[in-house]
């Protein structure tokens, strides 16, 4: 996989916590329809807790930032919760400060710390 190329890989985990895990660039020219899928699929399961590890996403754009908006979105729909885990990168955190959505996300530190 190459630097900038996305990777979402989702798993469930054995007290039913759907976890994505982000890598790469989560920006248009990648693509984000892969992480809005897995956020839309995650949204209609019956536990309805999601927790995306972002740590490992380099840059993000509005696409990117569309696509968890959305997925947040659908989680509050279902009456889900999604948490974004960290730590954020320079250009992830910066995307939610200029943006104004720091405050349309519940954040954990750590992907450990996001399942309590």
């Not at 996305?6 to 994505?20: E, H």
């Not at 899928?37 to 927790?51: E, K």
Request: glycine share 12%; hydrophobic share 45%.
């Amino acid at each position: 996989m190459a630097a900038d190329e996305l990777s979402v890989v989702t798993r469930t985990t054995d007290d039913g916590v759907v976890l994505i895990r982000v890598r790469g660039s989560l920006d248009a020219w990648s693509g984000c329809s892969e992480l809005a899928d897995a956020l839309a699929d995650a949204a209609g399961r019956s536990t309805g807790r999601t927790v995306v590890d972002l740590s490992g996403v380099e840059f993000a754009d509005s696409a990117g930032l569309h696509a968890l908006l959305s997925g947040r979105q659908r989680h509050e729909e279902t009456g889900g919760r999604l948490v974004l885990a960290g730590p954020l990168g320079v250009s992830m955190r910066r995307l939610f400060e200029v943006t104004g959505t720091l405050g349309a996300f519940r954040f954990a530190d750590h992907v450990d710390t996001a399942f309590g």
